[in-house]
């Protein structure tokens, strides 16, 4: 019923998941649509979606919708939610996100002064160099996570507490205007 009268081919549904064809505004207008309207507290939802986007910064790529579930749940955090935020980490941002959670790492690291007491000789050079980086990625995405989960909780409760407001004035106004609509 509801199917394209041309179907789209392989190549064209790739693309459409890499660039879509209306852009990036509409799907995150629309993402922010599905969670404004979503049921649950404000704290709950925006919650869980702090939760999804703060593990979107660690480097555990194939990891974060169960890291974003087993962190939001024990909060009270709504799970949709947070697997929404996870959407923060995608293709396109996971670069920018990587390089920065490396230096964030590094930074740490120095900082502490840790950086030369990580005993990594009885590994091969390859796996040192790989274990090196993932350390340092780690910590930097996870130093990184803290900072971000309070700056998407405060937006994103905030949003959504004026949003139902808004709404809430708005079907009062219009049960006024028309009483005898029920």
Same mark, same amino acid.
């Given at each position: 019923?509801?199917?394209?009268?041309?179907?789209?081919?392989?190549?064209?549904?790739?693309?459409?998941?890499?660039?879509?064809?209306?852009?990036?505004?509409?799907?995150?207008?629309?993402?922010? *649509?599905?969670?404004?309207?979503?049921?649950?507290?404000? *704290?709950?939802?925006?919650?869980?979606?702090?939760?999804?986007?703060?593990?979107?910064?660690?480097? !555990?790529?194939?990891?974060?919708?169960?890291?974003?579930?087993?962190? +939001? =749940?024990?909060?009270?955090?709504?799970? +949709?939610?947070?697997?929404?935020?996870?959407?923060?980490?995608?293709?396109?941002?996971?670069?920018?996100?990587?390089?920065?959670?490396?230096?964030?790492?590094?930074?740490?690291?120095? !900082?502490?002064?840790? /950086?030369?007491?990580?005993?990594?000789?009885?590994?091969?050079? /390859?796996?040192? /160099?790989?274990?090196?980086?993932?350390? +340092?990625? +780690?910590?930097?995405?996870?130093?990184?996570?803290?900072?971000?989960?309070?700056?998407? =909780?405060?937006?994103?409760?905030?949003?959504?507490?004026?949003?139902?407001? *808004?709404?809430?004035?708005?079907?009062?106004?219009?049960?006024?205007?028309?009483?005898?609509?029920?």
């Amino acid at each position: 019923m509801f199917r394209r009268r041309n179907p789209l081919s392989v190549l064209q549904r790739i693309r459409a998941v890499i660039w879509p064809k209306r852009g990036f505004s509409r799907i995150i207008g629309y993402m922010m *649509h599905r969670v404004l309207r979503m049921s649950g507290t404000p *704290h709950s939802i925006a919650c869980g979606l702090a939760c999804g986007a703060s593990v979107s910064f660690t480097p !555990f790529i194939g990891l974060h919708l169960i890291i974003a579930v087993a962190i +939001s =749940y024990p909060l009270g955090g709504s799970i +949709s939610a947070a697997l929404i935020g996870t959407l923060i980490g995608n293709p396109w941002t996971f670069p920018i996100i990587l390089l920065n959670a490396k230096s964030v790492g590094d930074i740490v690291l120095t !900082f502490l002064n840790l /950086e030369h007491h990580l005993n990594l000789s009885t590994i091969s050079a /390859e796996n040192t /160099e790989f274990l090196s980086m993932l350390i +340092s990625t +780690s910590i930097g995405g996870s130093s990184t996570a803290i900072f971000v989960w309070p700056f998407f =909780y405060g937006a994103t409760y905030y949003t959504i507490v004026k949003w139902r407001s *808004h709404r809430q004035a708005r079907i009062l106004k219009k049960a006024r205007v028309h009483p005898s609509a029920h």
